[in-house]
Nanobody
Framework: QVQLVESGGGLVQAGGSLRLSCAAS????????MGWFRQAPGKEREFVGS????????TYADSVKGRFSMSRDNAKNTVYLQMNSLKPEDTAVYYC????????????WGQGTQVTVSP
C-alpha cells in the first residue's frame, strides 16, 4: 500500500512558478513509477508527466513540455513537479499517482492540490 499526500498548490499570476510535492508512505517508494495528473473544472483528468522509479526517465504531456519538470528524492519518499511559466489554462486540481514499476495501472492516488493561475 502506498499513501500519497500532495502539497504546494496555490494562487499564482501567469508567468509565475510553483513547485508541487508529493510525499509517499511506505518503504518501497523507490520501486514505483510516479505520475502527476490534473483535472480542470468540467474536464476529464489528464496526464501531466511521469518519472520512472530510478528517476532516470521522465515523460511529459505536450502541453507542459519545456515548462514543467519532475524529479524525485527516493531517500525522502517524495516526488516533485516544478511548474514554470504558468498559464491560466494550467489551472486545475493536481494529483499525484503511483504505479508499480513495470505495471500499467496507476493504482494509488493522492487527494489533490489546487493550482490557480490568474491572468
Amino acid at each position: 500500500q502506498v499513501q500519497l499526500v500532495e502539497s504546494g498548490g496555490g494562487l499564482v499570476q501567469a508567468g509565475g512558478s510553483l513547485r508541487l510535492s508529493c510525499a509517499a508512505s511506505g518503504r518501497t517508494f523507490s520501486t514505483y513509477s510516479m505520475g502527476w495528473f490534473r483535472q480542470a473544472p468540467g474536464k476529464e483528468r489528464e496526464f501531466v508527466g511521469s518519472i520512472r522509479s530510478s528517476g532516470g526517465m521522465t515523460t511529459y504531456a505536450d502541453s507542459v513540455k519545456g515548462r514543467f519538470s519532475m524529479s524525485r528524492d527516493n531517500a525522502k519518499n517524495t516526488v516533485y513537479l516544478q511548474m514554470n511559466s504558468l498559464k491560466p489554462e494550467d489551472t486545475a486540481v493536481y494529483y499525484c499517482a503511483a504505479r508499480m514499476s513495470g505495471g500499467s495501472m496507476w493504482g494509488y492516488w493522492g487527494q489533490g492540490t489546487q493550482v490557480t493561475v490568474s491572468p
